[in-house]
């Protein structure tokens, strides 16, 4: 079983940058989709972005199209969200998730807090 830790969460200025990374147990994970999603005070948890097990698609929610880059390292079983011209609104807890099967994110990491000021 895979299993999932993140790191790379901080207080940040608006306008400002970090990269999260996640990094997976096991010998499995480059077979395996990927997806970051977040969740602010109060709200759903929501869709960030997904990347295939090789790393030649990735998908986007529009609100951090542009500004937001997911990558993966399978030869060291970490994919990373890069995350540019950070807006207060981006402020939440993000997770790191993996989808097996092609059908849906079954394991998730422990989440890595993300604060952005204004």
Not at 12 to 32: D, E, K, N, P
Request: glycine share 12%; charged share 15%; with cysteine.
């Amino acid at each position: 079983q895979v299993q999932l830790v993140e790191s790379g969460g901080g207080l940040v200025q608006a306008g400002g940058s970090l990269r999260l990374s996640c990094a997976a147990s096991g010998r499995t994970f480059s077979t395996y989709a990927m997806g970051w999603f977040r969740q602010a005070p109060g709200k759903e948890r929501e869709f960030v972005a997904h990347i295939t097990w090789s790393g030649a698609n990735t998908y986007y929610a529009d609100s951090v199209k542009g500004r937001f880059t997911i990558s993966r390292d399978n030869a060291k079983n970490t994919v990373y969200l890069q995350m540019n011209s950070l807006k207060p609104e981006d402020t939440a807890v993000y997770y790191c998730a993996a989808d097996p099967y092609g059908s849906s994110y079954d394991i998730w990491g422990q989440g890595t807090q993300v604060t952005v000021s204004s």
